[in-house]
């Protein structure tokens, strides 16, 4: 509210979706509603209006209905929701139209950002211009929208102490799942199996299930990046690549491992990984505050350059290759993300168009160089062909990693490398 002064935010819950037919998805709350309000219901709204004199936090939801309880879940309701989440007024979402005009009317902007809510994104634009036409004889009233992302993405990266005390707990569970998935990983298994134990393990351990869907990758399924399938068994010789995280009270955790199917890997498989992993390693040295966000990329795009060029995979000067993205057919992704209430999280990666953001105490990323010498790579005219004891690999080592006030905290370690 402070950043907003004289402005209205508006925010929307999100809507229900379906599966099929007239089964819907279990609910998942917006993650900028839920991070400002805690609220875990459908068809609601949240207003902050700090200009307000008697009502700065305001909330519209569905009021206490037996009848559709007794299908669809228990409410909030409205007297409970005002005592439970602090709200100034609560009003039935029924009323909104009737009571926005006036946390509209004397604020200079509206800050909302639009989404894929069609219906209720016209809403906000129809009040918007319906104060639009009455600005000249009342000399007050929102004359602009600004998105409100920009505001929340500088608030969201910075993680709170409960923040982390939520993202600790579903790494911990991530860490039992993927240990346990290491264990019992053996030819002859299928991919849906080693899934099945690791979101069993999601769920009994208190977490909301999967924070995205698991990958469970075997052989040549390790050069598919968004594989989920897992549907393949898995057979000796060849290695695994899982990429699954625990979603624990809208927190997430992200973690990647890749080991052999049997006990050893081969020659080539040993030699990818620990370049992969020393790709990882020197990115993670880049992890500390002032470092901007570019650096731990960049670090492991030259380790890994380095090594191609080394295992004759590419050929030419080192430098050269990396301006000219020549690494790109064996690594094609970003080194890392934000992570938090989105596995993909809100935070500014650039500051304009050349500079990238400084890394601040608080912030929490995942690093995850990789690379996949998919069965049928193809690389530019003047680079060598990709010999077949290559092929059909894929190596990922993901970790998330929290920015100390002295350097990082790699809150994943307790998954061997």
């Not at 879940?73 to 439970?84: F, I, M, N, Q, T």
């Not at 602009?144 to 707990?169: H, P, W």
């Not at 680079?383 to 993901?398: C, S």
């Amino acid at each position: 509210m402070e950043k907003i002064g004289a402005g209205t935010a508006i925010f929307r819950s999100a809507p229900m979706a379906v599966m099929h037919n007239d089964v819907e998805y279990n609910f998942r709350q917006e993650s900028d509603f839920f991070y400002l309000t805690g609220f875990d219901e459908p068809e609601a709204v949240a207003l902050l209006a700090p200009h307000h004199e008697e009502h700065k936090f305001v909330l519209f939801v569905q009021p206490k209905d037996p009848e559709k309880e007794t299908w669809h879940g228990y409410r909030v309701g409205v007297d409970a929701a005002k005592e439970r989440y602090g709200a100034d007024a609560v009003y039935p979402i029924a009323e909104l139209n009737e009571h926005l005009p006036k946390y509209l009317e004397n604020a200079d902007r509206i800050y909302y950002r639009l989404n894929r809510d069609r219906d209720f994104n016209q809403t906000v634009m129809d009040h918007w211009q319906r104060l639009l036409t009455t600005y000249g004889k009342r000399g007050t009233g929102p004359v602009a929208i600004e998105n409100v992302g920009f505001i929340l993405q500088q608030m969201r990266v910075i993680k709170s102490d409960t923040e982390l005390e939520r993202m600790r707990r579903a790494i911990a569970i991530s860490v039992e799942a993927h240990n346990v998935a290491r264990e019992m990983t053996q030819p002859g298994r299928y991919e849906y199996e080693i899934q099945a134990e690791m979101e069993h393990i999601f769920r009994k351990q208190g977490g909301q299930g999967p924070a995205y869907p698991s990958i469970v990758a075997s052989g040549p399924n390790a050069c598919i990046l968004h594989y989920t399938s897992n549907n393949r068994q898995m057979q000796d010789g060849e290695v695994l690549l899982i990429d699954a995280g625990c979603s624990y009270d809208y927190y997430n955790a992200d973690i990647t491992r890749t080991f052999p199917v049997g006990e050893r890997f081969t020659d080539e498989q040993r030699i990818l990984y620990e370049l992969v992993l020393a790709a990882q390693r020197a990115a993670i040295a880049q992890i500390k505050p002032g470092n901007t966000y570019n650096a731990f990329h960049d670090a492991a795009v030259k380790v890994l350059t380095e090594g191609l060029v080394r295992l004759g995979l590419l050929v030419g000067e080192v430098d050269k290759l990396i301006e000219e993205e020549k690494y790109k057919p064996f690594y094609m992704h970003k080194t890392g993300h934000w992570l938090g209430l989105d596995v993909h999280d809100l935070g500014p990666y650039k500051i304009g168009k050349e500079s990238w953001h400084p890394l601040h105490p608080r912030q929490v990323v995942t690093v995850e160089p990789g690379l996949y010498i998919g069965p049928d790579i193809k690389l530019a005219e003047e680079q060598p062909e990709v010999p077949a004891r290559w092929r059909g690999i894929g190596i990922r080592i993901e970790d998330d990693v929290l920015v100390t006030p002295t350097g990082n905290e790699v809150l994943t370690a307790a998954v061997p490398k």
